[in-house]
């Protein structure tokens, strides 16, 4: 008889800064944490695919699907946002004219989130999908999580 090991559940990264959780395979979703990276000057953001096992423990600390890769989330704290709102947040946290697309947050959600919706559900369409998740540079590794 085969007797089954389990494995020990992966730990939810203690951090004070934001955490970006994104589709590890999809090209759009790359190039929207290339634009982060490149104008987060300060280095506050760290970064986990949704499908990595850190990304998948945030998850399910904030009691989210596991299998939904179409939203992209934003940890901050002990507080999680996604889609349009997440995306809205990281934005605010950008210096110049960036700042201003938060002024879109008085925008009904149900909007905002349909509109979000409409990209995240053609974006391999349009885009196009990797067959793996990006691999960071030895720079950035360390703002990777798992």
Known sequence: MKTQTTQPPTQVPQTTQPIVLFDGVCNLCDDAVQTIIKRDK????????LQSEVGQALLRKFNRPVDDLDSF?????????????????????????????YGFIIVPRFIRDAVYDFIAKNRYRWYGKKDECMMPTPELKARFLG
Do not use: C, N, P
């Not at 946002?81 to 700042?99: M, N, Q």
């Open 42 to 49: 300060q280095e506050k953001f760290l970064f986990a695919s």
């Open 73 to 101: 989330v934003m940890i901050e704290s002990d507080t999680h946002y996604i889609k349009s709102t997440a995306a809205l947040r990281v934005a605010r946290e950008f210096g110049g004219a960036w700042r201003l697309l």
